[in-house]
């Protein structure tokens, strides 16, 4: 067995001497880098935002039979081809005026709003969701959505699949067991 001397070669990989031949231990040094890259957290991508201030109001306090304005306001901070704008109603609230989609081109610092008039039909909640789009020249679409819900009275409740429980005289529950 010969000495074994260690040096450094010109990829910072370890290099081992036995008898006067030289082996680089790539082996060692691939899972030095591995072991290196993953000690260190690796950047997750994410889909930017779009240049734009997107705003969703109510005109007025909500209640079922009575009418209000619901705005959608957009101000884009960027110069795009065209602006769409949406206003998504659920089956619970009646549109009463209004349009509930415009295009147009609206320039970065101005602002445009879609406004309607709604009237509420049941006392459940619901939710009504703004879409504000900015398409660009080169057919690149970048878009915000708000929502709001209006608390108009309680969820509907589902009704149960389970039997009515079991009492005995006294009022305490019975559990059953088996068929």
Known sequence: MGVKRTSMCH???SR???????????LV??????????????????????PVDLR??????????????VTLRIRPLADAAAVALTLTLPS?????????????????????ALTVVIRPREAVPATIQGIGVLEFQDGTKLGES???TLDLGPAIKQKSAL?????????DPVIEYGP
């Open 16 to 26: 081992s001497r036995r008898d006067g031949r030289g082996v680089c231990s790539c």
């Open 56 to 69: 969703l109001e109510l005109g007025g306090e909500p209640a079922v039979g009575a009418e209000v304005e």
């Open 92 to 112: 619970e609230l009646e549109l009463v005026a209004g349009e509930t989609t415009w295009r147009g081109v609206v320039r970065a610092g101005q602002s445009h």
């Open 146 to 148: 708000r929502a709001v």
């Open 11 to 13: 990829a910072g990989l």
């Open 29 to 50: 040094a691939v899972l030095g880098c591995l072991s290196a890259l993953l000690a260190h957290p690796v950047a997750h991508a994410t889909m930017p935002r779009a």
């Open 163 to 171: 039997p009515p429980s079991k009492k005995t005289q006294t009022g």
